[in-house]
T-cell receptor, first 113, second 107 residues
Framework: NAGVTQTPKFQVLKTGQSMTLQCAQD?????MSWYRQDPGMGLRLIHY???????DQGEVPNGYNVSRSTTEDFPLRLLSAAPSQTSVYFC????????????FGQGTRLTVV | QQQVKQSPQSLIVQKGGISIINCAYE??????FPWYQQFPGKGPALLIA?????SEKKEGRFTISFNKSAKQFSLHIMDSQPGDSATYFC??????FGTGTRLTVIP
């Protein structure tokens, strides 16, 4: 069982560049979410999706876009990277809604220079 | 306003001792309070969770105590082991998380 798979594991971007962080899950979970983890800040929710075609903003959505065209995939797009987006990003999925166990991916460590 | 507050930031415990981490939340609409464990370089993984209709939940050496009126809950790790050394996050509905507690268990 692969669970939640994130790619890439590491990425360095220049300020202003764009990129997409990939997230895929093979558990047929309806609910998927993206978090960023910064030292001393814990996990903060960026965007989430309750099913294909439905997305919504979390606590820190600015600078990020998401879409959900399939149940399995939930990519996170940075349109114009900024140094403040240097962080570790985690994708997670849950069977249903936000009040059940979240299964996290291994994370993507992003550095914006 | 911070929705979930966690303390302490770091904790050092002797092997065999009890580790206690505390969290407080703001919104009474939350109905799921998980604790996640994270090892360096890995994603968080659910350790134990509780819903507000019970005051305590125990799974092996791990216990959550929940105080609905005070809007507080805590994680107790009994007989702490070096393998428990990790960062622990409390959460509310997976929407908001505490800032984490780095636990070190000394052999």
């Amino acid at each position: 069982n692969a669970g939640v798979t994130q790619t890439p594991k590491f990425q360095v971007l220049k300020t202003g560049q764009s990129m997409t962080l990939q997230c895929a899950q093979d558990m047929n979970h309806e609910y998927m979410s993206w978090y960023r983890q910064d030292p001393g800040m814990g996990l903060r929710l960026i965007h989430y999706s309750v099913g294909a075609g439905i997305t919504d903003q979390g606590e820190v959505p600015n600078g990020y876009n998401v879409s959900r065209s399939t149940t399995e995939d939930f990519p996170l797009r940075l349109l114009s990277a900024a140094p403040s987006q240097t962080s570790v990003y985690f994708c997670a999925s849950s069977y249903s809604k936000e009040n059940t166990e979240a299964f996290f991916g291994q994370g993507t460590r992003l550095t914006v220079v | 306003q911070q929705q979930v507050k966690q303390s302490p930031q770091s904790l050092i415990v002797q092997k065999g001792g009890i580790s206690i981490i505390n969290c407080a939340y703001e919104n009474t609409a939350f109905d799921y309070f998980p604790w996640y464990q994270q090892f360096p370089g890995k994603g968080p993984a659910l350790l134990i969770a509780i819903r507000p209709d019970v005051s305590e939940k125990k799974e092996g050496r791990f216990t959550i105590s929940f105080n609905k009126s005070a809007k507080q809950f805590s994680l107790h790790i009994m007989d702490s082991q070096p393998g428990d050394s990790a960062t622990y996050f409390c959460g509310a509905n997976n929407l908001f998380f505490g800032t984490g507690t780095r636990l070190t268990v000394i052999p």
